[in-house]
């Protein structure tokens, strides 16, 4: 047990993994989560995943409203240092600078790439074929502060946004332990990020989630790859909306394929085959895999060419 007495900040299930390894390996004084909050379609009042955790781990929990109260938590605690994984929360100053070896952050992108809400979704949106993890002191600017430890890690081509999530989540709570390792030991780095070198993840907006058949096959691709499981890309089928979960950048056709594909408008069905439907873009064409047909469940390509009978020149806008 290291003996470093921690007061934890975290919200969505991304921290789960980090809230493990501190109640495993440290001195974990207490937890802070948001406030419960109305959830779902019938608006029930629901614990965030890091709550529900801390209550299985049976440790000292607070849900403190807003800056002051999660000052006075800080004052009761008193802790060395303060762990932020998703916590969901601008932090001022005055928290910042409570802890005497600092606040400690976990984020999920290879800083100063990525700095933001969304860093998984947008490297998987920009194809990145790396990614990884950064364990850095917070500064009053968003992710900018010094870094301690930073993990790289590839994408594979195909890998969604719930699978990369999940994995950097567990990636991130080892780099997290190694860093508070030296932290303990008085070892660790203070590295100044390189702000000509930044960019940044702002949230995915509903404009975005709309799929445009014009852009090339691999852009579309990476788009629906980055909204799965949530929020999902989608297009128009037959006036009315159609979510696509899965998809794989043509190599060639299996199916049958329309002849003079080549000159077909981006969006237009150019060939069908038993368990999927080829799509033309603005460059080459897109395998659709999965889908959700408005009011339906998520379907594989198969049932959805069985129940919709869809054809060869069919359009989606």
């Known amino acids: 047990m290291v003996d470093l007495k921690i007061l934890f900040l975290g919200t969505s299930s991304f921290a ?3 809230l493990r390894v501190l ?11 948001r406030p419960d909050r109305p959830a779902g379609r019938g608006k029930n009042i629901s614990a965030t995943p890091v709550k529900e955790k801390a209550l299985e781990y049976d440790l000292a929990l607070y849900q403190p409203e807003g800056h002051e109260g999660l000052l006075n938590v800080l004052r009761e605690v008193n802790p060395q240092v303060l762990v932020n994984v998703a916590f969901g929360m601008f932090l001022k100053p005055d928290v910042l600078n409570f802890p005497p070896l600092g606040c400690i952050n976990l984020h999920p992108s290879l800083l100063p790439s990525y700095r933001g809400a969304a860093p998984v979704q947008r490297a998987l949106m920009a194809g990145e074929e790396f990614t990884g993890v950064t364990v850095l002191y917070m500064s009053s600017r968003l992710d900018a502060g010094d870094i301690i430890l930073q993990e790289k890690t590839g994408i594979d081509p195909h890998e969604n946004y719930g699978a990369l999530h999940d994995r950097l989540a567990e990636f991130g709570a080892v780099t997290l332990q190694k860093a508070l390792e ?12 390189d702000e000509g070198k930044a960019t940044y993840a702002p949230l995915i907006t509903r404009e975005e989630e709309n799929i445009s058949w014009s852009r090339p096959a691999i852009a579309v691709h990476n788009l629906v790859r980055s ?44 060939a069908v085959g038993k368990d999927y439907l080829e799509v033309m873009t603005g460059q080459n064409s897109l395998n659709i895999l999965e889908v959700q047909p408005e009011g339906k469940k998520r379907m594989n390509a198969g049932d959805f060419l069985k129940g919709y009978r869809l054809e ?5 806008e």
């Open 16 to 18: 789960l993994p980090s």
């Open 182 to 193: 030296l932290l303990a030991e008085g070892k660790a780095p203070r590295l100044s990020q």
């Open 312 to 316: 060869m020149g069919e359009r989606f």
């Open 23 to 33: 109640a495993e390996n440290f001195r974990l004084a207490a937890v802070v989560t």
């Open 227 to 270: 909204l799965n499981p949530v929020p999902g890309a989608y297009t128009n089928y037959r006036h009315k909306r159609l979510k696509v979960w899965k998809t794989s950048p043509a190599e060639k056709t299996g199916g049958v394929l329309l002849s003079d594909s080549l000159f077909l408008s981006p969006g237009t069905v150019c």
